[in-house]
Nanobody
Framework: VQLQASGGGLVRAGESLRLSCVAS????????MSWYRQAPGKQRELVAT???????DYADSVKGRFTISRDNAKNTMYLQMNSLKSEDTAVYYC??????????WGQGTQVTVSS
């Protein structure tokens, strides 16, 4: 499985971005899909998760501002990011975790929020 993340960019605080993650193959629907991010000098952190059973969870820092979704027909996961803050600046990675314990990462997309 290959994951391709896109949609990052440079925005001002308060603006929005929508990230996408497209998966290859035909088993996307089996995966728990997640977004992670890593800011300079910090550890990678979990941002949001969408299980194959449609259970969703968010990091406290993004609750109420970010929305994770997925379209299994398009093998695509999204992250709608609203009311962006400077502290959201990071490289965002998509992750696919399968029941057979195989785990895959996308290449990352840079999000920069200017204050």
């Amino acid at each position: 499985v290959q994951l391709q993340a896109s949609g990052g960019g440079l925005v001002r605080a308060g603006e929005s971005l929508r990230l996408s993650c497209v998966a290859s193959g035909n088993i996307f629907f089996l995966a728990t899909m997640s977004w992670y991010r890593q800011a300079p000098g910090k550890q990678r952190e979990l941002v949001a998760t969408h299980t194959r059973g449609d259970s969703i969870d968010y990091a406290d820092s993004v609750k109420g501002r970010f929305t994770i979704s997925r379209d299994n027909a398009k093998n695509t996961m999204y992250l709608q990011m609203n009311s962006l803050k400077s502290e959201d600046t990071a490289v965002y990675y998509c992750n696919a975790d399968f029941p057979n314990r195989r785990n895959y990462w996308g290449q990352g997309t840079q999000v920069t929020v200017s204050s």
